[in-house]
């Protein structure tokens, strides 16, 4: 067996990494039993949404529910950070510092040189990262984002994801990055993420081997070059201010690509396709039966005429409130969407009775219907029924738009916990 790896997971959620990684077996609820990827345990959690109100904080609950009561801090990171550095608050040894964190503007004030600290923007939830890394030094880094976090801002492509490279390199890691398309690996959603992986102080890369073959992403989810596009080789600053300055400007393409390498400051990047030939699950092998499916979540008369038009392709004319008319347009979207293929992303908006042109219809058994919530936790990976703790419909929703597919940081830590045994 491996050595164990502790792991402090950030921005928790419902519990996906933790799911991923650790796994679940609890004797209350074994219909929700999942292998773990290794000898990984999850010693210390943190999930708050922002606005602090206790009504909000049902993915907190729902973390507890499923792994007890203390297994996650429900309060505002950077606060826990300060009066951890303040000595007034304690926080376990671990191995592992994991996290799915929004996109936000990650951009810093002064140079190093200039400051005691690295002054970034208040509230923006990389510096809660950064802060913890520099207290701890993890061996060990896995993160999860949107895939615009490799090309934004527009006014200056790829500044924000140099600029948490210059950070990790600043701090002594080495960094893997993919996009991964959880559908083009056998999953029943087609959903794009970029996972960022990262290594303290690790042994000397070959940059396109370890993108290719030797990598701990390569290994756990194989790729090939795709020969239309050349690859990018740069080199990136360790001071985070320097990138926030100078990185993509007058760029209109990020020369950061869907996977890449970073270590002591070189950087490979290229574009990629996945390999994989092992079994795929569709969006019709997640459905519940029929008469699993509440009624109100079926949907037929004056509300099926909603539904088609938002669906449907459009072309009409349109007035502002400032009294200007233009032509707005858009095309059709599946309707009902196809159960022999993956599903579309699905998003935090996926629950509630009302019309809309991205949430999710299926046709069964001749009736028309939306998603239910035990479908959307199959989506994402999690047990059927995971958020199902007394949230409403659409804050289970919400919670599912917001989790990862849980078999991708299992099939990462697989090899995490093979490469330390």
Request: net charge neutral; aromatic share 10%; charged share 30%.
């Amino acid at each position: 067996m491996s050595k164990e790896i502790r792991v402090a997971e950030l921005f928790a959620g419902v519990g996906g990494f933790r799911l991923g990684l650790d796994g679940y077996d609890d004797s209350r609820h074994p219909g929700f039993r999942m292998d773990s990827a290794g000898n990984f345990r999850t010693v210390w959690a943190n999930q708050w949404e922002p606005d602090g109100k206790e009504s909000r904080q049902f993915a907190w609950r729902c973390y507890e529910e499923r792994f007890g009561k203390g297994s996650c801090v429900n309060e505002d990171i950077a606060v826990v950070l300060d009066e951890i550095k303040e000595g007034r608050r304690s926080l376990p040894e671990f191995d592992m510092l994991v996290g799915g964190f929004p996109c936000q503007d990650y951009s810093v004030a002064k140079p190093l040189a200039l400051a005691s600290g690295i002054e970034g923007k208040k509230g923006v939830l990389w510096w809660s990262i950064n802060t913890l890394l520099e207290m701890r030094h993890p061996k060990y880094v896995l993160l999860e984002n949107v895939d615009r976090l490799l090309k934004s801002p527009s006014s200056q492509r790829g500044r924000d994801f140099a600029i948490i490279l210059s950070c990790l390199y600043r701090l002594g890691y080495s960094v893997e990055w993919r996009v991964i398309n959880a559908a083009d690996y056998g999953m029943p959603q087609r959903r794009r993420r970029v996972y960022i992986y990262a290594e303290y102080d690790a042994s000397k890369w070959n940059l396109e081997q370890r993108l290719f073959t030797s990598g701990v992403e390569a290994r756990a989810f194989p790729i090939k070059l795709d020969e239309r596009f050349k690859p990018e080789l740069f080199a990136i600053s360790d001071d985070p201010y320097t990138s926030t300055k100078d990185f993509g400007v007058g760029m209109t393409i990020s020369r950061f690509k869907d996977a890449g390498v970073m270590q002591n400051g070189e950087v490979l990047s290229y574009r990629v396709k996945p390999v994989y030939s092992g079994p795929s699950k569709m969006l019709g092998d997640v459905l519940v039966p029929i008469n699993e499916v509440p009624e109100e979540f079926f949907i037929s008369g004056k509300d099926l005429e909603s539904w088609k038009y938002l669906k449907g392709g459009k072309k009409e004319e349109r007035t502002t409130k400032l009294g200007f008319s233009y032509i707005y347009s858009e095309g059709p979207v599946a309707f009902p969407d196809a159960l022999d293929k993956p599903s579309r992303t699905i998003l935090t908006g996926e629950g509630g009775r009302g019309a809309s042109r991205t949430k999710h219809v299926v046709e069964q058994n001749g009736r028309l219907r939306r998603l239910v919530p035990d479908e959307l936790d199959r989506l994402q990976g999690f047990p059927k029924g995971w958020t199902d703790d007394g949230m409403t419909d659409g804050h289970r929703a919400f919670c599912m738009g917001n989790a990862l597919v849980t078999n991708i940081p299992h099939r990462i830590g697989k090899i995490i916990a093979a490469d330390n045994s």
